[in-house]
């Protein structure tokens, strides 16, 4: 699994995962805050480190087991209403 962050239009980055296997969206949110999406991924990527939870490829694919903890993340982000 990918989370994929970005504070601009998500559908084309979604097609680049697609592409790349990854074919489950599971949340998308819009709108946020400046800075909020570069943030929120900091703090994922810190925190999947943090708790020994290690890429499986590159530095951003990650083992299921990550997606409770970066859903939770989410919930929890000041910049996501």
């Known amino acids: 699994m990918k989370p994929g962050i970005t504070s601009g ?3 084309p980055r979604l097609c680049d995962h ?3 296997g990854l074919n489950e969206v599971v949340c998308v949110h819009t ?3 400046d ?3 570069f943030e929120l991924e ?3 990527l ?3 480190d943090a708790v ?3 890429p499986v490829q590159g ?3 990650f083992p299921d087991v990550a997606l409770p903890i970066i859903l939770e993340m989410i919930r929890n982000h000041p910049g996501i209403s």
Do not use: F, N, Q, W
Request: hydrophobic share 40%; no cysteine; charged share 40%.
């Open 9 to 11: 239009d998500p559908r």
């Open 18 to 20: 697609e592409r790349a």
């Open 31 to 33: 709108g946020m805050p």
């Open 35 to 37: 800075r909020a999406a």
């Open 42 to 44: 900091r703090i994922i």
């Open 46 to 48: 810190a925190t999947l």
């Open 52 to 54: 020994g939870i290690k």
């Open 59 to 61: 530095r951003e694919y």
